[in-house]
């Protein structure tokens, strides 16, 4: 499953970049993709366990930038 959210409060490309390396050694994801410029992330996770994956990339979003916020 694929499925775009946004970000708030994203503060430099540095840092998404790090959240894209966090978040694809995760377990169940298949690819992610986090774009500072536009305050966005894709990711493509298992259907069955999309929601336990998110919850996770959370996790891992907030350990990078504490500030930043996913919009789900």
């Known amino acids: 499953m694929k499925k775009r ?6 503060d430099c490309a540095n840092c998404a970049r790090k ?3 966090a978040i694809r ?8 993709t986090v774009s500072f410029i536009a305050q966005r992330m ?3 996770a298992e259907d069955g366990r999309f929601d ?3 919850k996770q990339v959370v996790k891992t979003i907030r350990r990078v930038e504490p500030d930043c916020q996913v919009v789900l």
């Open 5 to 10: 959210f946004d970000l708030v409060d994203l």
């Open 42 to 44: 894709t990711i493509d």
């Open 52 to 54: 336990d994956v998110m």
């Open 25 to 32: 050694k995760l377990e169940g994801v298949n690819d992610v």
């Open 19 to 21: 959240m894209e390396d």
